[in-house]
């Protein structure tokens, strides 16, 4: 064992350290000495090592150089500078700043790792993609409605009635480019709990009309069954090196029928990743409604599926005497009435 030569039943004969920083210098050298057990340092660089990074299979970027970045900013206070609007907005402290020039300035720069980092939270890279990751540099935008008014974002709820028809899609592409798009939900594990069920599925989009592309999938709405919370509806847009044959996708994929929808982004990924690269994501939650019930009865033929939770009581510790840093309100956890008890203990 460590420090089994030293005697313990003569601890005072021992050599003293006489102040703390000789302490310190002798615990440092100590430390960096070799031993023959396994310190908790060597445990976690062995984790490390045997730990697979997961892989970018993301559009590459290539960070402007840091001169070029200073020269913009320099140019950009030089024009605040002259411009004598500015310099009273500014010192009579009514200057405003447009929402959409900062929206535009976030998309361009930090936006994209602030939606992996967002994509991450709610597992869409685990679910989707297991060991491998994307940062999403084109802005997908899609919206639901005539007006446009319910807008889809990174994990925002949204319901089955909203998202009932298609939405409009929109986002900031080339000249002669194809891009395909994808809708799927990784948590209707109604058949089989390692698939997923497709919503939508467009190929050879020309440009940004995604109407003038290739329906490989029509859409369908999104159907959470009641009783299993809240789903995962995840948009992702891959853009193409050249024309994609989806033949063999859209035998797969005739209409509305579970089965034939039962799908893998990975396995599609992989069939297609010579000729297309993911590079836009948004997604939304979803929650049973009244119009889940339609979409299963009318749309999908078939009988609704129904499941119950058996929500556990509700875990209250120990009552303490004196409860420090509790609510007011802390007695009213252990009481055996319904009443509530609003007075100061």
């Known amino acids: 064992m460590r420090n089994e030569d030293i005697d313990w039943t003569q601890l005072d004969s021992l050599e003293k350290y006489r102040s703390y920083t000789r302490y310190v210098r002798a615990a440092e050298e100590a430390d960096q000495k070799d031993v023959w057990w396994k310190t908790y340092r060597k445990y976690r660089e062995e984790e490390n090592k045997e730990a697979v990074e997961p892989v ?19 140019m950009v ?26 929206k535009a300035q976030w998309q ?32 997908l935008h899609a919206t639901y409605g005539e007006d446009s008014s319910t807008a889809v974002h990174y994990g925002n709820h949204l319901t089955p009635s909203q998202a009932a028809q298609a939405p409009q899609i929109h ?31 467009v190929g050879n989009v020309p440009g940004n009309s995604v109407s003038s592309g290739e ?17 995962r509806y995840i948009y992702i847009l891959f853009k193409q090196e050249g024309l994609v044959d989806f033949s063999a996708d859209l035998r797969s994929c005739p209409g509305y029928s579970l089965k034939q929808r039962t799908f893998r982004t990975l396995d599609f990924y992989r069939k297609h990743q010579d000729l297309m690269t993911p590079a836009g994501l948004a997604f939304f939650q979803c929650q049973w409604d009244q119009s889940v019930s ?44 319904a009443e509530k008890t609003y007075g100061i203990y």
Not at 96 to 102: A, E, H, P, W
Request: aromatic residues 14%; contains cysteine; proline residues 9%.
């Open 215 to 231: 329906e490989i999938c029509s859409y369908i709405s999104p159907f959470p069954a009641r009783g299993t919370g809240f789903h």
């Open 108 to 139: 361009q720069t930090n936006g994209p790792y602030h939606i992996k980092r967002l994509a991450e939270h709610y597992g869409v890279y685990k679910d989707l993609f297991p060991m491998a990751y994307f940062v999403p540099r084109v802005m």
């Open 171 to 201: 986002f900031e592409a080339e000249e002669n480019s194809l891009w395909t798009l994808l809708l799927t939900c990784p948590d209707e594990h109604l058949l089989d709990a390692e698939q997923e069920y497709l919503h939508w599925l």
């Open 77 to 102: 206070m030089l024009e605040n500078k002259k411009n004598p609007e500015m310099e009273r907005d500014n010192r009579l402290r009514t200057f405003r700043i447009l929402l959409d020039r900062v």
């Open 294 to 337: 339609y979409t299963f009865h009318t749309r999908l033929n078939m009988r609704e599926p129904v499941f119950e939770y058996d929500r556990p009581p509700v875990y209250h510790p120990p009552q303490k005497k004196y409860p420090h840093g509790q609510p007011l309100r802390y007695l009213d956890r252990y009481r055996d009435g």
């Open 56 to 74: 970018n299979i993301g559009l590459p970027y290539q960070r402007p150089s840091r001169n070029t970045e200073v020269k913009e900013r320099k």
